[in-house]
């Protein structure tokens, strides 16, 4: 063999095993680049979902709080509905702004701070004739006492006290209505006389506040002050069967 054929067997040789090389190390790097670029868009990918999950997060809390901002400042309905609660049962009453703003504004006040949450029917007077049934003395001592004298102005009578109105109850001094209703459980008409106005009426549950402890009668009528005093743990043990409210709320 030439020199100039063995110097060009050389020189083809090396050619094919640098070819030879490149393609072998060729895969490895494009494989090694895939991988860092799949973790870089996995990173990314991650970093985005982390942002956008806090995102809606954050939106959602805010949509609920503006939400109940927004039902805690809107103006009481003209019409609406409340719906007790019972020891013995559901009780739905239908206020109406028209009979009586004043009390029924207190009402509508009461009710969404949760003011007759666990009071007692402390007043079910249903001899010789059926009478009224009276509540609104919360079971908590100090609230009681924050409440009793905080009075609204009197409300002219625009409906009758019939058989399921409710009406704020009152003392004998003008504007002297707090926080005690009563469901008039008999026609009550000569009440309307005294100023008593009704505010609206029970359109669901009559027959369960037909129900309702009458073993006590006016005996607890007597003893408000005991209940402001001393709460529902005092009346729990001198009188122990009155029902009760366990929740009011605002259903329409």
Request: hydrophobic share 45%.
């Given at each position: 063999?030439?020199?100039?054929r ?13 070819l ?11 494989a090694?680049?895939?991988l860092?670029?799949t973790a870089?868009?996995?990173q990314?990918l991650?970093a985005?979902?982390?942002r956008g ?8 809390t805010g949509?609920?709080e503006?939400?109940k ?7 009481m309905?003209?019409?609406?509905r409340?719906?007790y ?13 028209e009979w ?15 003011f007759f ?38 409300d ?5 006290n ?12 003008p ?19 005294m100023?008593?106005?009704?505010i ?14 009458d073993?006590?009668?006016?005996k607890v ?10 709460g529902?743990?005092?009346?729990d043990?001198a ?7 366990k ?6």
């Amino acid at each position: 063999m030439t020199k100039r054929r063995l110097m060009i067997l050389i020189g083809a040789l090396c050619a094919v095993a640098i070819l030879v090389f490149v393609n072998q190390a060729k895969p490895a790097r494009l494989a090694a680049a895939t991988l860092d670029r799949t973790a870089q868009v996995q990173q990314r990918l991650a970093a985005i979902d982390a942002r956008g999950d806090a995102i809606v997060l954050a939106q959602g809390t805010g949509a609920k709080e503006e939400e109940k901002a927004a039902a805690d400042d809107a103006p009481m309905p003209n019409v609406f509905r409340v719906r007790y609660d019972t020891s013995k049962g559901p009780v739905v009453i239908e206020l109406h702004k028209e009979w009586a703003p004043n009390g029924v504004a207190r009402f509508y006040e009461l009710v969404k701070m949760g003011f007759f949450d666990g009071c007692r029917f402390f007043r079910v007077v249903t001899k010789p004739k059926p009478f009224v049934v009276q509540w609104g003395i919360p079971g908590e001592p100090k609230l009681a006492k924050k409440w009793n004298n905080r009075t609204i102005k009197d409300d002219k009578v625009m409906k009758t006290n019939a058989v399921g109105t409710v009406t704020f109850a009152a003392g004998r001094a003008p504007n002297s209505r707090s926080t005690q209703l009563f469901i008039n459980l008999g026609d009550n008409k000569f009440l309307d006389g005294m100023g008593f106005a009704p505010i609206g009426y029970v359109v669901e549950g009559m027959e369960i506040v037909r129900q309702f402890n009458d073993e006590y009668q006016e005996k607890v009528t007597d003893r408000q002050g005991d209940i402001v005093s001393k709460g529902n743990a005092w009346l729990d043990e001198a009188f122990p069967g009155l029902d009760y409210v366990k929740k009011a709320t605002i259903v329409k």
